[in-house]
C-alpha cells in the first residue's frame, strides 16, 4: 500500500494562488492513480481532480476547472495541485488520495491526513 501525506495548504486571500504537494511513500508511486478531494464546512466530499499514471490525462471537478491544474512528479513520488483564482467558496480540508486503478468518476482507495486551506474575501 501507499502512505500519503498532504503539505502547503494555508490562509489566503480571494484571487490568490496556492500549491499543495502530496508526497507518497511505500509502493511504487507511479503504480497509482492520484486525485485530490476537498470538504468544506458542512459539505460532504467533493471531487477536485485527478490523474493518470503518467500524468498524460487529467480530469477535474466543474467548480475548478480552469482555475486549478493537478500534475505529478514520479522521481519525486508527489503529486501537486496548482490553485489559482482562489475563492471563498474554495475553503475546505483538501485530501490526496490514490488508486491503483483510474476510475471516472475517481475514487481513493487510500489517503492523506488533509491539508486546511482558508480564502478569505
Known amino acids: 500500500q501507499v502512505q500519503l501525506v498532504e503539505s502547503g495548504g494555508g490562509l489566503v486571500q480571494a484571487g490568490g494562488s496556492l500549491r499543495l504537494s502530496c508526497a507518497a511513500s511505500?509502493?511504487?508511486?507511479?503504480?497509482?492513480?492520484m486525485g485530490w478531494f476537498r470538504q468544506g464546512p458542512g459539505k460532504e466530499r467533493e471531487f477536485v481532480a485527478a490523474i493518470n499514471r503518467s500524468g498524460g490525462s487529467t480530469y477535474y471537478g466543474d467548480s475548478v476547472k480552469g482555475r486549478f491544474t493537478i500534475s505529478r512528479d514520479n522521481a519525486k513520488n508527489t503529486v501537486y495541485l496548482q490553485m489559482n483564482s482562489l475563492k471563498p467558496e474554495d475553503t475546505a480540508v483538501y485530501y490526496c488520495?490514490?488508486?491503483?486503478?483510474?476510475?471516472?468518476?475517481?475514487?481513493?482507495?487510500?489517503w492523506g491526513q488533509g491539508t486546511q486551506v482558508t480564502v478569505s474575501s
Open positions: 488520495a490514490a488508486n491503483p486503478i483510474l476510475v471516472v468518476p475517481f475514487r481513493g482507495v487510500y
Open positions: 511505500g509502493r511504487t508511486f507511479s503504480y497509482y492513480s
